[in-house]
């Protein structure tokens, strides 16, 4: 990491730090153009009301804009980041990079002789 945030754990914002919201944000830096609410829905795996209740947040904090138009006779939700929600979010995602690696860096100092790939973190079901 070129640059160390003075205190990066208070850049981890609350709006972000909250594995469905950190999913929906992932996703959306994906695509320039957003995606819909069905295509959130199923890649972050969340129910229509779960998803709906993360979007209004995330719409409150101004980081997505949400757009409700037809496509025919059919509604359409589509979901895109705004400029300032993307560049706030990259702002977390280094902050929470370099948190990280402190963590790392304090497991790996007290486990002297363990190489940091082996003490790196795995998925549950791993």
């Known amino acids: ?3 160390r945030l003075d ?3 208070s850049a981890l914002k609350r709006i972000y ?3 469905s919201r950190l999913a929906i944000m992932s996703a959306l830096c994906r695509s320039s153009s957003g995606l819909t609410f069905n295509q959130l829905k199923i ?3 969340l129910t229509d009301g779960n998803l709906s209740s993360h979007l209004k947040m995330l719409e409150e904090s101004t980081v997505i804009s949400i757009a409700k ?3 025919g006779s059919k509604p359409l939700t589509t979901i895109v980041l705004t400029d300032s929600g993307r560049e706030n979010f990259i702002y977390y995602l ?3 990079e ?3 690696m402190k963590a790392a860096e304090a497991v790996r100092s007290e486990d ?3 190489p940091l790939h082996v003490l790196r973190l795995k998925p549950a079901g791993m």
């Open 112 to 114: 002297e002789g363990i």
């Open 98 to 100: 370099e948190v990280l």
């Open 69 to 71: 138009t037809f496509r």
């Open 17 to 19: 730090h909250e594995p």
């Open 1 to 3: 990491m070129s640059t």
């Open 43 to 45: 890649e972050c795996d």
């Open 7 to 9: 205190n990066p754990y």
């Open 94 to 96: 280094k902050a929470l």
